[in-house]
Each structure stands twice: as C-alpha cells, then as structure tokens.
C-alpha cells in the first residue's frame, strides 16, 4: 500500500490557475507563489454572498492520540460534492510543525483525501506561521525594551508581564525560561516562556481579524501587564501594533492550493483547539463563501473543543452559521472509550464499541444544543467489522441522527458521495442560525459553567483563588463580556485525560486564567493543560527524510 506522501507524489497537479478559474478567478486575482500555491486577495470576500453558500462543519468524538480523521473526511467530502457537481471549496488550517514532527504527523488529509502540494503545506508553506512568530517576538522585544529603557519608559512591573515568545515547535524546555542573564547588558531578568504558535495570541488574532485595519486595531489591544501604580499597558502604548501588522501583511492572506481530485482548497490560520479557538481564519471562510455554493470546513479535536469555540466564538466574530454539521467516529476510537487499550483497537471488540458508543452519544447531544442539523460519519479502516459498524448504525438510529460509512481515505470521492448526499438533505433541514452556549451578557463564571455543563457534562465549576484573584483583575479592567475559549485536555471529556468514554459527576478545575484582549476572548485553563507541547518518546521526525532529488520521505 502507497503511503501518504507517495499518493501525494504520484498524482498530477493542476496549475492553481486552473484551481482559481472553478472559483471564478482569474490569474490576476492570485499572488503566486510558484505553480501550485497562490495567496487570495481580500477583497475577495463579499458579505452580501455569505447567506446563499452552504457553511459544513467537521468535528468528531473525544479522539485517540493519532486523531480520527477530520481533514481526511472533509477533504473527501468537498471532493464527493464537487462529484456531485456543486460549486464546493474545502477551508482548513494550516498544519503546525509541532504535531508533523511530534506524534500526530501532518494536517493535509491522507490517502486519497488530501490536499496537495502536501510537503510544501506541511512545512513552511507561504510562510504564514514565520511571520506570525516574527510579530509575537517583536512585541516581546519592545516590552522588554521598554523596561530597560531610562528615557521611554512606560514603569511596567516586569513581574506582571503576561506576554511569552513562541516558537512553531514542541519544545518542553521552553515552557518556563529566564531571560536576559549577563548583567547590565542583557536587560532586567525577568521569568517568562514559550507558547507554541498555534497557541499564541498572534494566531488567534490573526484568525479572527477582518481586515488590516482590524488586525491593527486587535494588535493594539492586547494587555501586556500592569505598571508599577498598577495602570493596565497594552501593545498600543508601546507603538507596537503597526510594525506587527506589517510583518503580517502577507500573512493575513488566506492560501488557495487543490485537493488530489481539484477541488479548490483555501488553507490558514492554524489555532489549536485546546488551547486557542482552533479553526481557520474568518476571513478564509468568509472568502470561501463568497466564491462557493458549499463551503466544507474542520474544527480541531472533539466538539466540546473545537466545535464549541467555533460556534461560540468565530461564528459570533463572523456573523455566519453553519447549516449542518459532520460528526466525524471510528471504530478504533469507540473501542478505545469502551476501554479497549490502543495497541489492541485492531481486534473486533463488540463490547467495548457498546460501552464507547456513549461518548459519540454526548457529541451527538452537544451539537444539538447549537440547534443545527447533524450526520454521523464513520471514517472507516481496514480493522473494522461489519458486526462493529452495525451497532453504531443502530446507535445513531436511537439518537435520531443520520449515520453514513465514508472511505476518502480508500477511495476519494468515490467513497463519500454517499455522505455527501447525507449532508446536502441535512443542509435542506437548517431553518435557523445557531443557538449560542451562553449570552455575553453572563458572567464569565456563568459562561464557563454553561459550557462546562452542556458541552462536557460536568457537574460543578471549581475556580482556584489564583483563578479568582486573576479574573477579578480581569473584569476590573473590563473583560468580563468576552466570549471564553477553555483550554482543556483533548482526551477527555472531562479535565483530566484518564478519564474516558462518557464520564460523569465529574468537575472541572479551572487553575489560571489568561486574557487573549486583541482577539477578544477569555481564556480559562483548565486541569493540567500546557501551552508548549513536547515530543513523545518516538517523534515522528525520526523517520523524515530528503534525498538527493529533494523528494521528501516520512512525511503522513
């Protein structure tokens, strides 16, 4: 059997002219970068257009560590669609290097659902997550500037500092730092970290920005700390906004690259949804509205992750609404909520997909909170059993949602069509835009218990007195009505990774709090979660590798 990158290679590409002409565009529209990627203007986004396209969210149930699929399936899908002869494009983030040479590889799909060209959008791509580094760090230089400063200086409390530096990389030696060692020359020491890239307010402002002014505008607006008389200091006061806007003055626009079989693809942003909003950027869905009948796009990890924020934060920012959702199982992942151990889930195991198929249960229920059309979508392998698959089938029937068996992976959109059908019918049912989790107008204890309750089925909210001391500072200043974005384990339901399946009378620790104030959100942290990951014992950079023809090995 190929791998990933030798379907990847073996296939013919079309010119991305060819890609933008079946969305209406011509080359001139494009800023190329080389025959088969090319950045999207952003006066391509036209709101009057938004409410005739067809938004499909992709989410899934609580995953395993290797993830269930959701490129994959909305890869495949966009391309059944296309099968189907709609208008479609594919929106989806950008991959970040931790997880390519970590643990879950590369974010472009697999088999014969991927986008491509997948070595270059594995990697450093358009160099989008470079420039958003360069902007993060700059900030991080000025205010460390600005302290040592004798003539400029602003009187920030180095030790209320809240910004870190990131790096696109998981690097656990980085999460808790001390600079400027060396005396008088290398500046006030001052205790600080790393954040992954996905993970930094950049991306996420990024994401969430509508134009350049915007960006400038969110940019200013992120809280750096307190001065020593405890006045709050934001990037604006450091003059900081302008020069960061200007190094993402590329970035902020959205990739047009192609799926194996020609859909058109837009690809950007790359926020984790455990740590960040974890979905594209606005903009690029919006762009994709604009050009598309059907528009297919992921939200990271499971729905009380990235669907939750999706609905809860971006389509709020965007004013759009999806008109049906795509819940993305397996029966790996069922087998291993019902207790199944990972290096067993290839063997047929009917009771643990009975005691598994709870978790896909409180996804099911989750969606429906947001009031919006569901289809359940088996992402299948080669392992699983018919006797499996029918006990899910039967599932999804007691639940009263749609259930499709989808094999892009296998067969391209041969082997979505089925689900692309699915989905369509499930678009007719939409009557209305989402229901939110919580209203602004909450509090942000009574926002994170509405989320905490209906999403993860928690039973009480649990704030530490740092949580309490640090949110009371937070409202002082004026936050208070910001949506949340919880940072939580991705393994659970609940905040603690051992617990799987459908965990009950659970509760949810929140330990900390951060304040995203340029993307405009709050950010409670919850159990053990960390904002630099760090390599497993066997990374998957161990096995990549490059030839003397520069044909890149190892990459999936």
Avoid at 501 to 530: H, Q, S, T, Y
Wanted: with cysteine; hydrophobic share 40%; proline share 4%.
């Amino acid at each position: 059997m190929l791998s990933d990158i030798q379907i990847a290679q073996n296939c013919q590409l079309e010119h991305i002219d060819n890609i933008a002409l079946k969305l209406g565009l011509d080359r001139d529209d494009l800023e190329h970068y080389g025959k088969y990627k090319a950045k999207l203007p952003l006066s391509l986004v036209d709101n009057n257009k938004l409410k005739d396209s067809n938004l499909i969210l992709v989410t899934a149930i609580t995953p395993t560590p290797a993830g269930e699929g959701k490129t994959t399936t909305s890869i495949g899908l966009a391309d059944g669609l296309s099968k189907l002869n709609k208008k479609t494009t594919v929106v989806l983030r950008e991959p970040s290097l931790g997880p390519v040479f970590g643990i879950k590889g590369g974010a472009a799909g697999g088999g014969y659902a991927q986008v491509v060209p997948m070595e270059d959008i594995n990697l450093h791509f358009t160099g989008d997550f470079s420039a958003i580094e360069k902007a993060n760090n700059l900030l991080a230089a000025l205010i460390d500037n600005n302290i040592q400063s004798k003539t400029r200086s602003l009187g920030i409390d180095p030790r209320t500092v809240l910004w870190k530096r990131c790096m696109d990389m998981n690097d656990r030696a980085l999460r808790k730092i001390v600079t400027a060692l060396g005396g008088k020359s290398g500046g006030i020491p001052m205790e600080t970290g790393f954040n992954i890239t996905a993970a930094s307010e950049i991306m996420a402002i990024l994401c969430i920005s509508k134009d350049i002014e915007d960006l400038k505008e969110k940019l200013g607006n992120i809280y750096i700390g307190d001065t020593f008389d405890n006045t709050p200091v934001f990037a604006r006061d450091l003059n900081a906004e302008g020069a960061m806007a200007a190094l993402l003055k590329d970035a902020i626009k959205p990739n047009l690259v192609q799926t194996l079989e020609g859909t058109p693809a837009i690809i950007h942003g790359g926020p984790f949804a455990n740590i960040a909003q974890g979905t594209n950027s606005i903009i690029a869905t919006k762009m994709a509205m604009s050009l598309s009948d059907y528009v297919v796009t992921e939200a990271g990890f499971g729905a009380d992750l990235g669907a939750e924020k999706f609905f809860n934060i971006k389509c709020r920012y965007a004013g759009i609404s999806p008109k049906a959702v795509v819940i993305v199982a397996t029966i790996r992942a069922l087998k291993y909520h019902g207790g199944k151990p990972l290096k067993d889930l290839k063997e047929e195991d009917l009771e643990a997909v009975v005691k598994g198929k709870e978790n896909l249960r409180k996804h099911v229920e989750t969606i429906a909170s947001f009031g919006i059309p569901s289809v359940v979508c088996i992402n299948r392998f080669d392992s699983d059993t018919d006797a499996e698959i029918s006990i899910l089938k039967k599932a999804c029937a007691d639940c009263n949602v749609p259930f499709v068996v989808s094999a892009g992976f296998a067969d391209g959109s041969k082997g979505t069509t089925d689900l692309a059908e699915e989905v369509i019918k499930a678009t007719g049912l939409c009557k209305s835009d989402f229901i939110p989790t919580y209203n602004l107008e909450d509090s942000p204890k009574e926002k994170i218990e509405k989320v905490c309750k209906t999403v993860y089925g928690a039973q009480y909210v649990i704030l530490s007195n740092k949580a309490h001391r640090q949110l009371h500072r937070f409202e002082e200043l004026g936050f208070g009505r910001l949506p949340i974005c919880i940072a939580k384990t991705q393994k659970s339901l609940s905040d603690d990774e051992e617990l799987l399946g459908r965990p009950k009378n659970f509760d949810i620790n929140i330990r900390e709090f951060e304040i995203a104030a340029g993307a405009g959100f709050l950010v409670p942290i919850a159990g053990n979660i960390l904002r630099m990951p760090g390599l497993p014992a066997t990374p998957s950079a161990e096995n990549i590798d490059i030839n003397e023809d520069s044909i890149i090995s190892g990459l999936s």
